[in-house]
């Protein structure tokens, strides 16, 4: 979503541009996303800091986590540096350096999909957030208090009020959060597809190719592709999980890592439908409809980017998601796997490489990936060709570590 984006405005403002990718458009990590537009979204997902949380993380007792016990030296350096930037007062800085481009967001989708013509993937349904306990929802009081402050509308419903909104959800929880400017998309994969077709119809060129074949030629970039080599004077790396391999090459250093979940889908039993988006907060899922049936979703893997599938959270998941919504047969011959591409203090890279002056990057999305492809997009292009950025870009330099 955000190299398809960057390359869609870019092709927009008349900059001759080819998109590089070893697969198809959004069919990587883009594809099995939750598919939603969270300009509602109010404070990063943080590292938890009670002690009693922490030890229920660590003994897999959380249905929110799973963790790979061999990854977990390599991933220390990074783990320390979320804990370190999940501190309150630093969660609360990096929502605000967000707020710009989250808010932004639903307009910079629109006006993309109208020119796409994709609007029909993106509809304004709203999200519910459904809690089982009252300490659930306590816990949401940081975001309210964020939501407050911003004008960012939601409503506390009780059990009845959001069964009035979703009347085939089971009553196994005891209230809820609606958030109305979440928008819901049916298929992030074709989405994605389409501001890549965009960028084409812009005149931009799409080639099959392995983008981490970049490096410097001739007083510019090459990459080698199957259509051959791809020589051009900048270049931007917006690969996703993949972003520091060739980003660290050329001297970019960030806390990264990527944060793997998992999605399977499953047939409604009956006529059960839902109208939008339901995250079961203590449940540790998101059940979501899809042109292809109804999507769960996990929370967060940390392991090894390519290590094999262990996907022990939807097995946890699953009978939480058959207690609330009336579920039938797996649609999937196996569960999706993608990884989040993430920095420590939940912030993206927007912005020049240090110490390159034709390179410019664009990752480390974490959970919003789907969400600020577009306003990412308009950004760096804005910043490539010297216009005024239509926010501040200083929150998301590479060199602020």
Known sequence: MVGASVAAHLARRGVSATLVDRRGAGEETSSGNAGLIEASRMLPIGFPRKARYIIR??????????????????????????????????????ARALRPLLAAAPDEHAALAAEAG????????????????????????????????????????????????????????RRALSWPRTENCPDPGALTKSYAALFEKSGGVFVRGDART?????????????????????AVIALGPWSMDVAARFGVRVP????????????????????????????????????????ITTGVEFAR????????????????????????RTIDDKPWMGSRPAIADSLPVIGRAPGQSTLWLAF???????????????????????????????????DRF
């Open 256 to 295: 990264f890592a990527v944060k793997r979940g998992y999605h399977v889908h499953l047939a409604p039993e009956g006529n059960a439908t839902l109208g939008r988006g339901v995250l079961d907060y203590d449940g540790g899922f998101a059940l979501l409809p899809m042109d292809r049936g109804m999507r």
């Open 364 to 398: 480390g999305h974490a959970h919003l990936g789907f969400t600020l492809g577009p306003p990412t997009g308009r950004l760096l292009a804005e910043m490539m060709l010297g216009e005024k950025p239509f926010v501040d870009p200083t929150p998301f330099r590479a």
């Open 57 to 94: 993380h660590a003994l897999g007792l959380s249905p929110q986590s799973n963790y790979h016990w061999s990854a977990l030296p390599g991933l220390l350096p990074f783990l320390l540096r979320y804990w370190a930037s999940s501190r309150p007062d630093r969660l609360d800085a990096s």
């Open 214 to 234: 970049l490096h410097a030629y001739a007083g510019g970039w090459r990459v080698e592709t199957e259509a051959g080599p791809v020589d051009a004077k900048q």
């Open 305 to 328: 980017r390519d290590a094999p599938p262990t996907p022990v959270q939807l097995q946890r998941a699953l009978p939480f998601a058959h207690e609330l919504f009336p579920l039938g």
């Open 118 to 173: 994709s609007q029909r993937l993106i509809r304004p349904a709203g999200l519910l957030q459904v809690f089982r306990t009252e300490e659930g929802f306590a816990e949401t009081g940081a975001d309210r208090r964020f939501a407050d402050e911003f004008g960012v509308p939601y409503e506390i419903l009780d059990r009845d009020a959001a069964l009035a909104l979703e009347p085939h959800l089971r009553p196994v929880f």
